[in-house]
């Protein structure tokens, strides 16, 4: 089906809408992949320069230079960014159990056993947890409900 979409025309200002909704001026625009100018010549002028640059910093580093050192060290050492919680899962069938699911938690943070970040993390699985069981409890009451006003229609 063609788009039968005529482009408004522009006002005496030269503002408006030219194209119809939906529909770009440029539809091809700009190649995935294609990069800025600037980053081009960038990597251009860097390119033969790598080794001598990375040296460069390395030795800066031995001669103390705490920034370049800090650059050595995040490549050798990366941050870490998130590990395994060992943490045995109460039980929970119902939003009764979630309570219980809080207070392991609650112990195993105060216990040192797991970090903030931990216990906040196993929190909102404990709220994702919730929301499912309230979910699932009230699907079949609505579904009834349903029943009962199509009955008495």
């Given at each position: 089906?063609?788009?039968?979409?005529?482009?408004?025309?522009?006002r005496s200002s030269g503002w408006g809408r030219p194209f119809c909704k939906g529909q770009?001026?440029?539809?091809?625009?700009?190649?995935?992949?294609?990069?800025?100018?600037?980053?081009?010549?960038?990597?251009?002028?860097?390119?033969?320069?790598?080794?001598?640059?990375?040296?460069?910093?390395?030795?800066?580093?031995?001669?103390?230079?705490?920034?370049?050192?800090?650059?050595?060290?995040?490549?050798?050492?990366?941050?870490?960014?998130?590990?395994?919680?060992?943490?045995?899962?109460?039980?929970?069938?119902?939003?009764?159990?979630?309570?219980?699911?809080?207070?392991?938690?609650?112990?195993?943070?105060?216990d040192g056993e797991i970090t903030p970040v931990d216990a906040r993390a196993l929190a909102?699985?404990?709220?994702?947890?919730?929301?499912?069981?309230?979910?699932?409890?009230?699907?079949?009451?609505?579904?009834?409900?349903?029943?009962?006003?199509?009955?008495?229609?």
């Amino acid at each position: 089906m063609a788009n039968t979409c005529e482009p408004k025309a522009k006002r005496s200002s030269g503002w408006g809408r030219p194209f119809c909704k939906g529909q770009s001026g440029n539809p091809k625009g700009r190649p995935k992949g294609s990069r800025n100018k600037s980053t081009l010549i960038a990597q251009a002028l860097l390119e033969g320069e790598a080794q001598l640059l990375t040296r460069k910093v390395v030795d800066k580093a031995l001669e103390g230079d705490r920034t370049c050192l800090q650059i050595c060290m995040d490549r050798l050492i990366p941050k870490k960014k998130d590990s395994p919680i060992k943490f045995n899962l109460p039980q929970i069938g119902a939003s009764s159990d979630i309570p219980k699911f809080l207070a392991a938690i609650a112990a195993r943070f105060e216990d040192g056993e797991i970090t903030p970040v931990d216990a906040r993390a196993l929190a909102d699985l404990a709220n994702a947890y919730r929301k499912l069981i309230e979910m699932a409890e009230l699907e079949p009451r609505v579904s009834e409900l349903e029943e009962m006003i199509e009955q008495q229609k």
